[in-house]
C-alpha cells in the first residue's frame, strides 16, 4: 500500500534493456525480435491529449503498470484531497457508519494533511515538482518500454495510480484510444490484499463497464512466491549490506499494516507476507531471529497485523541490539512508508532507545534488478499475446 497516508534506488543506472540477453535472466521467457517494427512507445501520462503533442503510433497491446498513488502536490490542500479519495474508498476503510464519516470530515482530514504536508516536504523531487514515488514509478513504465522494445510498436506501456493522478481510467482511455485491444494491468503488490490489489481490479472494472467495446484484460496476480521476486530481494539485499560500514545483528523486514479483522475475512496478506519472508529467510540462510517480520503504518485504535515495526524497533534496542537494518519487502518502490517513515521515524527511535547503526535499504525501485523483475512478470502475463 505504497504512500498511503497513515503514515531511487539510483536513477542514473543503466536502462535494463541491455538485460535483453538471455544470459542475464536466464529464467525469463525469451523475446522475440521483431525487427520491422519500430519500439514499442511509452504512453506520456502527462502530455496525453495535451495541444501541439504529435499523435502516437496505433498499439494493440496495453501494458499498464499501478501503484497506489500520491498527492499532487506537498501542500495540506492536496494532500486533503488525496487522503479523502483513499480514506472514502470502501476496500480500505470498512466503516460505512455516520461517526465515522464526522471523524474522517471533521478531524482526520484536516490534522492529518497538515501533518502530513510536512512530512511530504521533506521527501519531496523538487526538481519535477512531484513526489519520488511518481518518479520512480514513470521511470518503471519508460524502463519498461525499452526493455520491450524487441516486441514492436504494437505494445504501448502506461502507468497510473489508483488514487490522484495520473487515473486509471484516464490511462486505459488513453491505451484504448491508440487501439490496444488487449490490456495487461500490473498492480505492483507482490502481496496481495483487498485494499491494494482488489481496489485496482475494481478500478478497471469500473471504467471497461461504461464501454461498449471492452478491452480484454488480464490482471498480474500477486508475487509473492515467485522465485525470481524472492532472489532479486535477497541478491539485491545482499549488495546493499556488503556496502554498509557495519554488519547488522538483526535484519527487519516491514511490510505495510492492516487491520486483523481484514484477515479474519479471508484477505491472505498476512499469510503471503509470511511465505515472502519464509523463503527470503531460507534465501539468505537466516533464521526467524535474525530476519525478523514486522508491519508498519498502524491507522487508527483498532487491532491491526502485529508485531509493530515502530514497536520492534524500542524493543530490539532496549534488549541490546546496536545495528539494525530494515527492508520493505511489499513496496515497489521508495515512498513516503519507506523514505519518512521507516528512514527517519523508525531510526530516530531504535536510536534514542539505545541503537547505535540503522539503515533503511531502497526497494527495487527502478533499478536494473527492479526492471528484470518486472519485465519477468510482464512477459510471463503476456505469453500468447506476444
Not at 105 to 126: E, F, H, M, T, V
Not at 244 to 263: E, N, R, T, W
Not at 346 to 356: D, I, L, M, P, T
Request: proline share 7%; aromatic share 8%; glycine share 6%.
Amino acid at each position: 500500500m505504497n504512500d498511503s497516508p497513515p503514515n531511487s534506488k539510483s536513477e542514473g543506472e543503466a536502462t535494463a534493456a541491455a538485460a535483453l540477453s538471455a544470459d542475464a535472466a536466464p529464467s525469463a521467457p525469451t523475446l522475440q525480435l521483431v525487427e520491422a517494427e519500430p519500439a514499442p512507445s511509452m504512453v506520456p501520462a502527462s502530455d496525453a491529449g495535451a495541444a501541439g503533442v504529435a499523435p502516437l503510433a496505433a498499439a494493440e497491446i496495453g501494458v499498464l503498470l499501478v501503484n497506489l498513488g500520491t498527492p499532487d502536490a506537498a501542500d495540506a490542500k492536496a494532500i486533503r484531497r488525496y487522503l479523502k479519495e483513499f480514506l472514502t474508498d470502501p476496500r480500505v476503510i470498512e466503516k460505512k457508519s455516520l461517526l465515522w464519516k464526522i471523524v474522517l470530515n471533521g478531524i482526520i482530514l484536516p490534522l492529518r494533511s497538515r501533518r502530513k504536508a510536512r512530512d511530504y516536504q521533506q521527501i519531496w523531487n523538487r526538481e519535477k515538482n512531484e513526489s519520488p514515488f511518481k518518479t520512480i514509478t514513470r521511470s518503471q513504465a519508460e524502463k519498461l518500454a525499452g526493455i520491450l522494445e524487441p516486441l514492436g510498436r504494437h505494445v504501448a506501456v502506461d502507468w497510473a495510480m489508483r488514487y490522484a493522478n495520473p487515473s486509471i481510467a484516464s490511462r486505459l482511455e488513453a491505451l484504448i484510444a491508440r487501439g490496444c485491444s488487449r490490456i495487461l494491468v500490473m498492480p505492483l503488490y507482490p502481496q496481495y490484499a483487498a485494499p491494494t490489489t482488489a481496489t485496482v481490479c475494481d478500478e478497471v472494472y469500473r471504467y471497461v463497464m461504461r464501454l461498449r467495446r471492452q478491452p480484454a484484460l488480464r490482471i498480474l496476480p500477486a508475487y509473492y512466491d515467485d522465485p525470481y521476486y524472492i532472489e532479486v530481494l535477497a541478491s539485491t539485499l545482499k549488495a546493499e549490506l556488503r556496502a554498509l560500514p557495519f554488519a547488522p545483528d538483526v535484519i527487519v523486514a516491514s511490510y505495510h499494516g492492516m487491520p486483523k479483522q481484514y484477515v479474519l475475512k479471508g484477505d491472505p496478506y498476512e499469510s503471503q507476507c509470511v511465505t515472502t519472508t519464509r523463503l527470503l529467510r531460507e534465501q539468505l540462510g537466516l533464521d526467524e531471529t535474525k530476519l525478523m517480520m514486522t508491519f508498519q503504518s498502524r491507522f487508527g485504535r483498532g487491532r491491526w497485523l502485529a508485531p509493530y515495526t515502530i514497536k520492534t524497533m524500542k524493543a530490539l534496542a532496549k534488549k541490546g541490539v546496536k545495528n539494525l537494518v530494515v527492508l520493505t519487502p511489499g513496496f515497489s518502490a521508495d515512498c513516503l512508508e519507506t523514505l519518512e517513515e521507516i528512514a527517519v521515524d523508525n531510526a530516530r527511535v531504535f536510536k534514542r532507545y539505545g541503537g547505535e547503526n540503522f539503515a533503511a535499504i531502497p526497494c527495487l525501485n527502478d533499478s536494473e534488478a527492479g526492471m528484470l523483475l518486472i519485465r519477468q512478470l510482464a512477459m510471463r502475463e503476456l505469453k500468447g499475446w506476444v
